[in-house]
């Protein structure tokens, strides 16, 4: 079964450092790619996709993410930080209809911006 | 632009009574999505619908319907609840399924069963 990883619980970073979320996929076939933000109590906000053409795609408030599917692997990466981005990350999978007509959410990494 | 509405955004139940959400997709969103949120948990999907026909299924309890209404809103029934029911719910919408489309999330209805 398809199945998403997001190995970090948590991470911490200093305002204004580089980011990076790492998420790893385990599907049949090149899945689509989705990161979705959601803050304390909201609903979930997409930052970004990928569906096929060009692997680095560029999202919403400044975040871009990198498909490598030598590494089966989806990250998401902002290069400075903002103490607004403190906020829960699920990165998500979706296919071809074979699989299913739903996305498959990683179990989340929470970000914490330090000052 | 319009959103997905969801109704009610709170809503507290006792055990085993039945409660009841609503999704409002997108306008000319045809597909509808339920997804159930527990407290630190990942979004676990639920059902979905595609022109008012069930499209997939997920782990929704036997004690869950749903359906997709003529007008593409849909509801999501919740019979004999129990205490792990208590979650926040999610709808989203989408133009055709996900082969060619991207969800667009509602806030949710968060259910609290005492």
């Known amino acids: 079964a398809q199945s998403v990883t997001q190995p970090d619980i948590h991470i911490t970073v200093s305002e204004g450092a580089s980011l990076e979320l790492r998420c790893n996929y385990s599907?049949?076939?090149?899945?689509?790619l989705f990161w979705y933000v959601q803050s304390p109590g909201q609903g979930l906000q997409l930052l970004l996709k990928?569906?096929?053409?060009?692997?680095l795609v560029q999202g919403i408030k400044g975040f871009e993410a990198e498909f490598k599917r030598s590494q089966s692997s989806f990250n998401l990466r902002k290069p400075s930080v903002h103490w607004s981005d403190a906020a829960e990350y699920f990165c998500?999978?979706?296919?071809?209809?074979?699989?299913?007509?739903?996305?498959?959410f990683g179990a989340g990494t929470i970000l914490r911006v330090k000052s | 632009a319009a959103g997905v509405i969801q109704s009610p955004r709170h809503l507290i139940k006792e055990k085993r009574e039945t409660a009841t959400l609503k999704c409002y997709p997108i306008?000319?969103?045809?597909?509808v999505y339920w997804y159930q949120q527990g407290p630190g948990q990942d979004p676990q999907f639920l059902i979905s619908?595609?022109?008012?026909?069930?499209?997939d299924k997920g782990s929704i309890p036997d004690r869950f319907s749903a359906q997709q209404f003529s007008d593409y809103h849909s509801e999501l029934n919740m019979s004999s609840l129990e205490l792990g029911d208590s979650a926040l719910y999610f709808c989203?919408?989408?133009?055709?399924?996900?082969?060619?489309?991207?969800?667009?999330f509602g806030e949710g209805s968060r259910l609290t069963v005492l």
């Open positions: 599907y049949g076939a090149t899945p689509y």
């Open positions: 306008p000319r969103h045809d597909t």
């Open positions: 619908f595609y022109e008012k026909m069930q499209s």
């Open positions: 989203a919408s989408s133009i055709g399924q996900l082969l060619t489309g991207e969800l667009f």
């Open positions: 990928y569906f096929s053409g060009d692997t």
């Open positions: 998500a999978v979706g296919g071809p209809m074979e699989y299913g007509n739903k996305l498959v």
